[in-house]
C-alpha cells in the first residue's frame, strides 16, 4: 500500500460512523480501528443488556482508545440500551410536560452515568426539534414541546446532566425537523417555509445548545429539505453546514444515517457519504439494520471517498479537517470522563441502571395527567378489555412497544387483548367489545392511541369505539398537546407522554387510581 494510499485511508476512516450486527466485534470493524475509524454508532442488536454492552465498549476502547463510541438512547418511545424491556425513563414530551428544569437535568444525569458505565462516549440526543406540527410522524414524543422556548431550557438542561455523567451529547436534527408531516426515514420532508420563520421556530433551541455555559458536543443534520437554506437535502446541503458554524458551532456535525429512504438511492449509500462530506459533515452515521451486510455498506461508503479523493472532488486534508474536529470531542469527553470519576464495567453498568429507575419513576409519575371526565378501573372489579388502535410501525423506536399492555395486565391479570391485523380483524373488535355492553354489566374498555388525526384510520376506529362505548378510556402514547383537539372533553384520557415502559407503568397506576379531581 502506497504512503498516498494509507493517508488517504485513514483520512477516509476519519469520517466514518459505522454500525454493526450482534454483540461481538466483527474483524473487518477491528481493522478499520487500527485504521483511523472514527467511532462506531450501536443499535439495540448491540446492546442486549448493559453488562455485554459495557464489554463490547471496553474491547472496541482496548483496540482504539480513540474510538467514539455513540449511541441514539433518548429514553421513552427511543432506546437502545433497553430496547429489550423499555425504557427507564419517559422521553422528552413527559419532561417537556413536567416543565421542571431541575428534573430534566437529574434524568440526564442518571441516563449519562448508564451510557459511562457502558462505555459509551457520546448520547445522540437530546432532540432539540420543536414539535411544532401535532400530526408529525417522525418527532412526536420526542420532542420537549411545541415552543422554541420550552425545547431550548430542557434541551441544555439534558445537555447538562450528560455533561455531568462525563457523556457527550448531540443535538438533533438540526435546523428541526418539527414542522414536517413526512417521515424521513421513508422519503425526504419538505418544510417550504421562510428562513426568517425557520430561524424564529426551530433554531433557538440549536443557539441555546451553543452557548457556553452549554456547549454542546455535537450535532445531528437532518434528512429533510428546507428550500429556504438550499436545493439540496439539509444533511447534504453545505448552506446548512454555513449555517451551523454561523451561529457559533464548531464541533462535529453528525448525519442522520444514510441509509434511511428521505437521501439513500438504489445504488447504495457511496454517492451520498461523498454528497454529505461536500455539504459540510464530519461524521457520516451510515446506519445497519438486521439481516444486512454492514461491511458491505461500510465498504461503499469508503470506497466512493475514496474515489472522491483520487478524483479531487474531497480533499484528504478536507477530511483531516473533520478527523481533527472529532478527536478534539473525544479528549473533552475523556476530560469529563475523568472529572466525573466515570468507569465502564458490568457491575458499574446494572448499578447505573437501578439508579436511573429511581429518578425515571419520579418523572414518569408526574407527567402522567388526565383529560375529561375522572373515572378509574377498579383492581377489585372486572379486568378490562383492551384495544390498540395504534397503527403506524414507529421506525424511530423500531417497534410499536407493547408496554401499556403489560402493565395492564400486571394490575389486571385476566385482561383481554383484542389484536387485530386486517379489517376483519378491527371487526372482530368491535363486535366484541360492543356486545360486552349489549349483553349486560360491561367490563371496562381502554383503548390505547398515539396519533388518531382526524380522517386517519385511528381516529376512525376511535371514533366507532366511542358510539359503541362511550365509557371508554384512552391511555394515550402519542404527542401530549393534541389531546384537546383530538378527543374533545367527553372522553377520559390518560396522557402516557410515550409509549416507554416508565411511561406505560406511571398511566396504569394513574388509570386505576383516578379521583373525582382531574387534572386537565
Not at 184 to 194: A, E, G, N, Y
Not at 225 to 240: F, K, N, Q
Request: proline letters at 6%; charged letters at 20%; hydrophobic letters at 45%.
Amino acid at each position: 500500500m502506497t504512503t498516498v494510499h494509507h493517508d488517504a485511508l485513514r483520512a477516509v476512516n476519519g469520517v466514518l460512523l459505522p454500525g454493526l450486527t450482534g454483540t461481538d466485534a466483527p474483524a473487518w470493524l477491528l481493522a478499520a480501528c487500527e485504521e483511523g475509524l472514527a467511532g462506531v454508532v450501536y443499535f439495540a442488536y448491540n446492546t442486549p443488556d448493559v453488562a455485554t454492552t459495557a464489554r463490547l465498549s471496553a474491547h472496541l476502547h482496548e483496540v482504539s482508545p480513540d474510538l467514539l463510541i455513540t449511541i441514539d438512547e433518548e429514553g421513552g418511545d427511543v432506546s437502545r440500551l433497553e430496547a429489550v424491556t423499555g425504557s427507564s425513563i419517559p422521553g422528552a414530551a413527559a419532561l417537556g410536560a413536567v416543565d421542571d428544569e431541575d428534573l430534566t437535568e437529574r434524568v440526564a444525569l442518571a441516563l449519562g452515568r448508564l451510557l459511562a458505565a457502558t462505555g459509551v462516549d457520546l448520547d445522540l440526543a437530546p432532540v432539540l426539534d420543536v414539535n411544532s406540527r401535532t400530526e408529525n410522524p417522525v418527532v412526536g414524543v420526542r420532542a420537549f414541546g411545541a415552543t422554541p422556548g420550552l425545547v431550548s431550557r430542557h434541551g441544555a438542561a439534558f445537555v447538562q446532566g450528560l455533561h455531568r455523567a462525563g457523556v457527550g451529547a448531540c443535538g438533533k436534527h438540526f435546523p428541526g425537523h418539527g414542522a414536517t408531516d413526512v417521515d424521513s426515514h421513508l422519503s425526504l420532508p419538505v418544510v417550504d417555509d421562510s428562513l426568517e420563520t425557520v430561524r424564529e421556530r426551530d433554531l433557538p433551541p440549536f443557539v441555546r445548545a451553543f452557548e457556553p455555559d452549554v456547549d454542546i458536543d455535537s450535532i445531528m443534520t437532518a434528512h429533510l429539505l428546507v428550500p429556504a437554506i438550499g436545493p439540496r437535502p439539509v444533511s447534504l446541503e453545505p448552506a446548512a453546514a454555513a449555517l451551523a458554524r454561523e451561529l457559533g458551532f464548531e464541533g462535529p456535525i453528525i448525519t442522520d444515517a444514510l441509509d434511511m429512504g428521505a437521501v439513500s438511492g438504489g445504488d447504495g449509500i457511496g454517492e451520498v457519504a461523498v454528497q454529505a462530506v461536500e455539504g459540510g459533515a464530519d461524521l457520516l452515521c451510515l446506519g445497519t439494520t438486521v439481516g444486512r451486510d454492514d461491511e458491505a455498506l461500510f465498504r461503499q461508503a469508503q470506497s466512493a471517498l475514496l474515489a472522491a479523493v483520487e478524483e479531487g472532488r474531497v480533499t484528504i486534508e478536507r477530511l483531516q479537517e473533520s478527523a481533527a474536529r472529532t478527536a478534539r470531542t473525544v479528549r473533552r469527553v475523556r476530560e469529563r470522563q475523568a472529572s466525573a470519576g466515570a468507569t465502564c464495567g458490568p457491575e458499574e453498568a446494572t448499578a447505573a441502571l437501578e439508579a436511573l429507575a429511581a429518578v425515571g419513576q419520579e418523572a414518569a409519575e408526574r407527567a402522567v395527567r388526565v383529560h375529561g371526565p375522572a373515572t378509574h378501573l377498579d383492581p377489585s372489579g372486572p379486568a378490562p378489555d383492551v384495544v390498540d388502535l395504534r397503527q403506524r410501525f414507529d421506525h424511530a423506536a423500531g417497534r410499536t412497544a407493547q408496554h401499556v399492555q403489560t402493565a395492564l395486565v400486571t394490575a389486571f391479570p385476566d385482561t383481554t387483548l383484542h389484536a387485530f391485523s386486517d379489517q376483519a380483524g378491527w371487526e372482530d373488535a368491535l363486535a366484541a367489545v360492543s356486545a360486552r355492553q349489549a349483553d349486560g354489566p360491561a367490563r371496562p374498555l381502554v383503548v390505547i392511541t398515539r396519533e388518531p388525526v382526524p380522517g386517519s384510520r385511528e381516529a376512525g376506529m376511535l371514533d366507532a369505539l366511542r358510539a359503541a362505548r362511550p365509557d371508554l378510556v384512552a391511555v394515550h402514547t402519542g404527542f401530549p398537546d393534541a389531546v384537546p383537539a383530538w378527543f374533545g372533553d367527553r372522553t377520559t384520557v390518560v396522557v402516557a407522554c410515550g409509549t416507554g415502559r416508565a411511561n406505560a407503568r406511571a398511566a396504569v397506576g394513574q388509570l386505576t387510581a383516578l379521583t373525582s379531581e382531574v387534572t386537565r
